[in-house]
T-cell receptor, first 112, second 115 residues
Framework: AQSVSQHNHHVILSEAASLELGCNYS??????LFWYVQYPGQHLQLLLK??????LVKGIKGFEAEFIKSKFSFNLRKPSVQWSDTAEYFC??????????FGRGTSLIVHP | DTGVSQNPRHKITKRGQNVTFRCDPI?????LYWYRQTLGQGPEFLTY????????KSRLLSDRFSAERPKGSFSTLEIQRTEQGDSAMYLC?????????????FGPGTRLTVL
């Protein structure tokens, strides 16, 4: 069975600070990894995904994530956050099936 | 707007009543998913369809829950004899193609409150 753990449930930053959100997964085989974002009042939408190749994945709005297989991790990063990055962030893993498992999410608040 | 749509957006019902939600996926997306999300949690998988075939159901989907996707287009999720524990946001998502890594496109959700 696959599972996802997001370490930080609530993160508060000031604008221009750097961001790193942790995500660890549990699955023994090949994985597909996703970060989704939900801005206030909006739908969940894809931020970035990894399925093969370069373990450093770049997504929308300056976000990136690095897949480290030995650590079963897929941490999300952004060098300088903006107030508009305030949102809920969800890590998800799909271990070879069509059914992703989502983490419980991290609420990010960015103060202007 | 050609995204995933869900109706109604909000539903308040009394315990014991039946409710039905509808999801219209993005046109030509052959996979459709239902999730449940409660406060402070990520989406939890309920069931998914490949075209009109319901291929998998979660153990969360008790016998009071039923989902259909006639003709492989829109889908409905029905909850019979609702309980207060059914109060949650019910999300629908669709996905194109057959690749495992295809992203899911989510709808706005239906918020169910059972009194």
């Amino acid at each position: 069975a696959q599972s996802v753990s997001q370490h930080n449930h609530h993160v508060i930053l000031s604008e221009a600070a750097s961001l790193e959100l942790g995500c660890n997964y549990s699955y023994g085989g090949t994985v597909n990894l996703f970060w989704y974002v939900q801005y206030p009042g909006q739908h969940l939408q894809l931020l970035l995904k990894y399925f093969s190749g370069d373990p450093l994945v770049k997504g929308i709005k300056g976000f990136e994530a690095e897949f480290i297989k030995s650590k079963f991790s897929f941490n999300l990063r952004k060098p300088s956050v903006q107030w508009s990055d305030t949102a809920e962030y969800f890590c998800a893993v799909s271990g070879g099936s069509y059914i992703p498992t989502f983490g419980r999410g991290t609420s990010l608040i960015v103060h202007p | 707007d050609t995204g995933v749509s869900q109706n109604p957006r909000h539903k308040i019902t009394k315990r014991g009543q039946n409710v039905t939600f509808r999801c219209d996926p993005i046109s030509e997306h052959n996979r459709l998913y239902w999730y449940r999300q409660t406060l402070g949690q990520g989406p939890e998988f309920l069931t998914y369809f490949q075209n009109e075939a319901q291929l998998e159901k979660s153990r969360l989907l008790s016998d009071r829950f039923s989902a259909e996707r006639p003709k492989g287009s829109f889908s409905t999720l029905e909850i019979q004899r609702t309980e207060q524990g059914d109060s949650a946001m019910y999300l629908c998502a669709s996905s194109p193609g057959v690749a495992v890594f295809n992203e899911q496109f989510f709808g706005p959700g239906t918020r169910l409150t059972v009194l």
